[in-house]
């Protein structure tokens, strides 16, 4: 019990990786949504080069469409109590919360 004030923060490459197959999974897909909403492109044939958005909260909302756990929430309740909440509420309401932007990262 002594961890319990202690939050496991995601490698980033986990949860980049992990933004990737879950916007490829037919929930997201579905939605339609361009990789350039979510990602800069690394070349002309790679949508998915960097996360324009903050990884965190693209993967709690990729993991709410998909009606899985996200690896990042505690982590972004810790950093901002309430978002991970929100963007999931946003979502189960069929809204697309705006996210913030990478470089907005505390």
Not at 55 to 76: Q, Y
Not at 85 to 98: K, T, V, Y
Request: proline content about 9%; hydrophobic content about 45%; charged content about 20%.
């Amino acid at each position: 019990m002594g961890n319990l004030g202690l939050t496991q923060i995601p490698a980033p490459g986990e949860i980049a990786e992990r933004c990737r197959a879950l916007y490829l999974a037919p929930a997201v897909c579905s939605k339609g949504w361009l990789p350039n909403l979510f990602w800069r492109p690394a070349t002309r044939d790679n949508p998915f080069g960097t996360l324009r958005v903050d990884p965190w909260e693209l993967e709690v909302l990729f993991a709410a469409i998909g009606g899985e756990s996200a690896l990042s929430r505690a982590a972004l309740e810790q950093r901002a109590p309430g978002r991970a909440g929100f963007i999931e509420r946003s979502i189960a309401h069929g809204e697309l919360p705006l996210l913030n932007f990478r470089e907005d990262i505390p």
